[in-house]
């Protein structure tokens, strides 16, 4: 089994493979994640999904979308866009386990850009 550039797949793969597979087991074996703050990340992404939608019009007349570049945006309208199709507790735990396993995926891509010469 070859990785991109005909690289021999390393112990090292299976290693972070086997990493994020123990990380992510949690999450699947309880029915709940409990977070700092993923309560407050679930609810303004049912009112983000709700804006987008026109669903709900009680929740318009209080809420404006915020089109500008704000901290944890990227979390919040990820797990907007989740909950469209899924229940928030599974969207929630569905980006967590993306979160674990694309970290780590991540820094391999940066560790094997780096050039030996």
Known sequence: MTDE??????????AL????????????AFDHVITEDGASHSALATVM???ASSSNEAIASFYTLNVLPMPNLLATAV???LQTFLDPLVAEKVWFAGSIALIPASIRYAVRAVRAE
């Not at 550039?5 to 299976?14: E, I, L, M, N, Y």
């Not at 493979?17 to 699947?28: D, E, G, Q």
């Open 17 to 28: 493979i086997a990493a994020v597979v123990v990380a992510v087991a949690p999450l699947i």
């Open 5 to 14: 550039g005909s690289r021999p797949f390393r112990w090292v793969t299976w």
């Open 79 to 81: 797990l907007a866009i």
């Open 49 to 51: 999904a709700s804006l």
